[in-house]
Each structure stands twice: as C-alpha cells, then as structure tokens.
C-alpha cells in the first residue's frame, strides 16, 4: 500500500520536512497542509517599486552549511549574496549617541582586549568589572540559569547592560532576565566549564592560532551571513515547487488529531465542513500553542509542555529614505539599542547596506524592530502610530530630515519562541513523551533553534524520523507477510 504522510505547517521547517521526505520516500503520498492563504510562515519578501522588503528572517547564518547546501541541491547557487564587504559590524546607542561595538566583541564576551579598553561605552568601572571575570571562579552548580545572571555574574552589570542586553535582544527579542544561555548561548557556558573563563578561553583560542578568519567588526559576525539576491522568498519558493503536484494543500487548517490503531492517525481538518484524512505519519511543524491543541487529545501531559512555550511578538517597520537625507555616516550594517536608553525599538538594520539589490542608488532601506518580550505593551498602538513611532526614533538617533520614501509594517504575532530557564529540560520531557508514538514528529523553532538553519535542520531530521520508522513497519509486514505465505 501506498503511505501516506501529513506535514502540518507549511513554513520554512513544515517545506524542508516535506522536501526531505519527498527525498526518501519518492512512492509516499504527501499532504502538505497550510492554514492560511500562502506558503513560508513569517518569511515574506514584497517589492515596493525597486525596493525588495523582508517581513522576517532577510538572511541566514552559514556556520552551519544546511542552508547553503540546501540553495545548491535546489539550483539556487548562483542566487546566494554575501553580505557587502565595505561594510563594517553594528553600532549601539550609548548615552544618546551611536558608538561601534568593540572589534571582536561576540554577543557576549570579547576576544580581543584593546577594543574594551578603548571603548566609549563602558565607563572605568565597567571596564576593570569585566576585566575581573578572568579571575572569577567558574560556578560549581550545573542547574540552568538566566542569561543576564550568567553575564552579570561573569562581567558585571555595565557590560551586560550596555553591551550584551541589546545583542541578543535583537536576536531573541527576549527578557534576558528569563532566557536561558544553555539553550541560547550554550558555546560560553562551555567555555567556562573548560577554562574557568570565558576571558581565558577566548585567550586559549588565539593561542591556538585558529583557522578562522578573524571578525574585525563587533556584534554579529556578519562575515558568516548570506541571503538570496531574490530574497528569502525564493526558497521558500524553490521548496515548494520539489513537491509533488497536488501535495499542498492551502487554507487548510487542521483542528484535531486522533491516534489510530497501528500507529496511524486520522487528522481532522476545515475546509468548509470538516474532513477526516487517514494518514501512517505526521510531521507536525506549527507554533507550539497550535500543536498543543491539536494533540491534546493524543497526550495530555505532551500537550501541556508545549503550552508552556511562550511566544514573544514584534513589529517590524521597513522605511526607504534618500541618502542626502540622513546626517549620520551610516558606516555599519545597523543598530542595537539597550533598555537602559529608554527609547521604543529594539534595533535597526540597514538592509541595502548589508545586501545588494535592495534599493536604488543614493536611498537607504533600514527595517526596524519594534516590540518583544520586554516592550510588549508598544505593540497595542496602531499601526499607523507604530509606523510613526520609528520613523520618529530612527530620525532621531540618525539625524534624517525629510520623509520617508517607503513605509511598511508587518506585525508578527506570537512569532518568536523564548527558550526560558529550563526549556531544555522540557524538551527532554517532550522527547521522552514522543518515544510511544513513533509515527509522529515534532519540528520548528520552539524546540530548537529560531534561526532560519535551526528550522531546516529540526525539519530534515522530524522527516528521517518518520522515513525510518515507516521502513522499518514495511520491512516488518513484509517479512510477516512472506513468513504466512510460506506457512501456507
């Protein structure tokens, strides 16, 4: 018999679950199966005229090289765009003026000491706390703890304030004071069980004279990143047309899932009046508050778990302006803005200027981040008040006159998955509760990784966990069904 294979979402993890199986298992019958109107979950590329605008994720992180390798198999190799090599690092709004983040500053701790000696933004006292964490004991306990503990434990408030705050809040939109480094930032957390310092380690590292070239900028090692001259749509794009005809299925909202007998499952679906489909396997790659309603059912205690993630939301306000326009020398990829300034955004990146072809000569293109977990209550205004809103800080911090030649707002709601303390420890608990219901896999950002690499590689592996246990089932009634004819 023909098997049939349901993967619930189709985002980024739900297209890359599908692509895979489609891989293994080139006989099996797909159902892609997409809630709303279009494919690719919050990435979105538009074009305004002869601005191209990204709603989401604009670029991805190649130290891992899943999505690299990914572009190639789908021909999208010669669509694949470093970032500009003119371009330098990111800025952080200090005291109200833009000061470059310290060369060699990795989110969370510097490799090179110079640049935090010499930098504006750490006062004295700030420098000498952080100079201290090369001879602070490593902590004895092996609970999981916050990332604002860890860094002000290692280097002190100021640094972590100033420094640290605003880098992974651009990143995880998150309230440090909740997030976990072990499921975030597990790297420094290891570099201080091995060295006792992460000042030390990253000492150890030069010492060892690595292979890798060295980052000159601070921040984001923006060295590392890549896009697609098209945008991110293309791969969403290019996904969707490695799929069987007729497997995708959109405006196709699934509401419950119940468990059949030999490990199969029936999905109840709304499309106009409900539908029942029988599949053997389900890949479940949806926020995890939907998939927790959709198998609450099926195990209670796995659905619970899965409501505890909670989702931070954001609005991203893109504005094109004319060069002459903006006083500042815009002489990095973009800006980070700490809590402690008190103004409304979170960060701001300067697309055009990272990647080329986004907008015409002599214009910028910035997106700029407005909301998270920790300014939550700016996302009640309305849209127009928050398209405002950062034109109005952005025209401040940079000194624009004039209007802006583009607006767009894109509000992604409950969008970001915050790995709070002891997330890995309810992922182990989720992983555990899965092991009875081999036929089933769950996929996507809030168990690991929010970047777009993260998403692919947790799609691919939920789809070999499904090819794997449905081979081994066909091997399995193959065999019984050739032991009762050679009975008979």
Request: proline share 6%; with cysteine.
């Amino acid at each position: 018999m023909q098997r049939r294979v349901a993967i619930l979402g189709g985002g980024i993890t739900g297209l890359a679950a599908a692509q895979r199986l489609h891989e293994l298992l080139p006989d099996a019958e797909l159902l892609l199966l997409e809630a709303n109107s279009r494919l690719g979950g919050v990435i979105q590329t538009t074009r305004h005229d002869q601005f191209l605008v990204e709603s989401a994720a604009d670029n991805f992180i190649t130290t891992s090289p899943t999505v690299v390798d990914l572009c190639r198999q789908l021909g999208l190799a010669d669509e694949l765009i470093a970032t500009n090599p003119n371009g330098r690092g990111a800025m952080v709004l200090c005291r109200g003026k833009l000061e470059p983040i310290p060369s060699g500053f990795l989110v969370m701790a510097p490799s090179r000491v110079w640049p935090i000696i010499t930098t504006r933004i750490l006062g004295l006292w700030g420098k000498l706390r952080a100079g201290l964490e090369a001879v602070i004991p490593r902590r004895s306990s092996t609970a999981d703890e916050s990332l604002k503990s860890f860094v002000c434990r290692r280097f002190g408030r100021e640094m972590f304030e100033r420094l640290v705050q605003p880098l992974v809040g651009g990143i995880y939109t998150a309230d440090p004071n909740q997030l976990s480094v072990a499921a975030t930032m597990p790297r420094f957390q290891e570099m201080e069980r091995q060295h006792g310092s992460l000042l030390r380690a990253m000492w150890h590292q030069q010492r060892s004279k690595s292979k890798q070239p060295s980052e000159q900028s601070g921040g984001a090692r923006y060295s590392q990143f890549m896009t697609l001259r098209g945008g991110m749509t293309r791969l969403v794009d290019a996904l969707a047309h490695e799929l069987p005809e007729g497997s995708i299925r959109l405006n196709t909202p699934v509401c419950s899932i119940v468990p059949k007998p030999q490990q199969r499952w029936s999905i109840r679906v709304s499309q106009g009046e409900p539908t029942w489909l029988d599949v053997d396997a389900i890949v479940c790659a949806t926020p995890a508050h939907h998939t927790a309603t959709m198998l609450s059912s099926v195990e209670p205690l796995l659905a619970d778990e899965l409501r505890q993630i909670e989702y931070a939301s954001c609005a991203v306000v893109s504005l094109a302006y004319r060069r002459a326009d903006i006083a500042h020398p815009l002489n990095s990829f973009g800006l980070v803005v700490p809590l402690v300034e008190n103004r409304l955004i979170l960060s701001c990146s300067f697309s055009s200027l990272k990647y080329s072809g986004r907008a015409p000569e002599d214009t910028v293109l910035m997106r700029v981040f407005v909301g998270g977990a920790v300014q939550s209550g700016v996302l009640r205004l309305p849209n127009e008040q928050l398209m405002q809103l950062a034109e109005r800080e952005v025209s401040q911090i940079l000194g624009i006159r004039g209007a802006p030649l583009l607006r767009q707002l894109t509000m992604q709601h409950q969008a970001m998955p915050q790995y709070h303390v002891g997330h890995l420890q309810r992922v182990e608990r989720i992983q555990r509760q899965l092991e009875r219901h081999p036929t089933l896999a769950l996929a996507g950002s809030s168990l690991h990784g929010v970047g777009v690499p993260g998403c692919v590689e947790s799609g691919r592996a939920a789809a070999e966990r499904i090819a794997k246990q449905l081979e081994t089932t066909s091997a399995t009634t193959a065999a019984h069904t050739a032991h009762s004819l050679a009975y008979h």
